[in-house]
């Protein structure tokens, strides 16, 4: 364990205060980099953190890599060598989140081009216990529309479409509520701020397709295997209607960073009884025993890290 955090940048483990960039740094103007957000569970009985599907994050990290023109020069498994790596050098009995950034790192003005800017890659890593405190929370639906594929592309994980989230969040809050439900341009309800949605009616599971202007979530496909081999629970992919929101039997939003999060009220209507239903309630411990190391089950799924001595 070190004092000070040890972060990546451009192939090198530097201290952080040497892991910096130019505040010309084009992405720092142009939202142009992607970017990946991943979480480690500290498991005490094991003195082990478990990493969760590090290769899978780098996977999607690569893919949006394609959509901006960065090349990594470097596969999914070798940036998950370098993340564990990483993980080693700030190893700490806590939970930890792991935020990979490449990026445009040319000097920003009068280049939008982006085939001719350099890029860079950070990874860091920073403590982060559970995000939602809340058992269930309350969601408005935002009046910011999902930025659409043709625009700033959802499926790939931009910096700069961030934006989005934020306005929608933003709004969230000072209207009162802890989550935005974000619809497309065409009125379906497509994603929580950053989180995928899934909405349970008659014991049927629905979540909107990867064409709909979503981040096909790693949390999302974790949780439908969970549904559909733990629950024995089918999982149907289509748009859901905004009125299909306020008549569900239960609504949950899944993410890395907000796990498995009830939802219990939108805009005032409630949301099944108005508490956490069944099968949220189920997929939430599932998952939660799932990514410490608590089960037998997707071992493929978890890498585990011990302390190096
Ligand atoms: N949608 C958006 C917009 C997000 O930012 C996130 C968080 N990465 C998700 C969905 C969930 O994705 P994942 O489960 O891979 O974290």
Redesign the pocket.
């Known amino acids: 364990m070190t004092d000070k955090r040890i972060m990546y940048l451009d192939g090198q483990f530097l201290s952080e205060d040497k892991a910096v960039v130019p505040i010309t740094t084009h992405a720092l103007h142009y939202g142009t980099g992607v970017f990946e957000?991943i979480r480690a569970y500290y498991n005490d009985q094991e003195k082990a953190l478990f990493a969760f599907r590090v290769e899978d994050?780098f996977k999607?990290l690569v893919d949006s890599c394609k959509i901006v023109c960065i090349d990594l020069n470097l596969s999914p498994q070798e940036l998950t060598t370098i993340t564990i790596e990483l993980i080693k050098k700030n190893f700490s009995e806590s939970d930890m989140y792991i935020r990979p950034l490449a990026f445009k790192s040319d000097p920003a003005v009068g280049n939008f081009n982006l085939k001719s800017l350099k890029s860079s890659l950070a990874i860091y890593t920073v403590m982060m216990g559970r995000m939602i405190e809340k058992e269930g929370i309350k969601a408005n639906i935002s009046s910011w529309t999902r930025v659409p594929d043709n625009s700033i592309p959802?499926r790939a994980?931009i910096t700069g479409a961030?934006m989005n989230?934020c306005l929608a969040k933003t709004e969230s809050i000072l209207g009162g509520y802890d989550e935005a439900l974000l619809m497309d341009n065409r009125g379906h309800v497509v994603?929580?701020?950053?989180?995928?949605i899934f909405l349970v009616k008659n014991g049927k599971v629905y979540t909107p397709s990867a064409s709909e202007d979503?981040?096909v979530?790693?949390?999302?496909d974790t949780v439908c295997k969970l549904l559909q081999n733990q629950l024995k629970l089918s999982v149907i992919e289509r748009s859901l209607d905004r009125s299909e929101i306020y008549q569900a039997d239960e609504i949950f939003l899944?993410?890395?960073?907000a796990e498995v999060t009830p939802v219990i009220d939108v805009e005032g209507r409630i949301i099944g009884n108005g508490d956490v239903g069944p099968v949220s309630k189920e997929i939430k411990e599932l998952y939660r025993s799932l990514v410490h190391g608590q089960t037998k089950l997707y071992p493929e799924f978890l890498t585990k890290i011990i302390l190096p001595t």
């Open positions: 957000g994050h999607r959802p994980k961030y989230t994603e929580g701020s950053a989180e995928n979503i981040l979530g790693i949390t999302r899944v993410g890395t960073g």
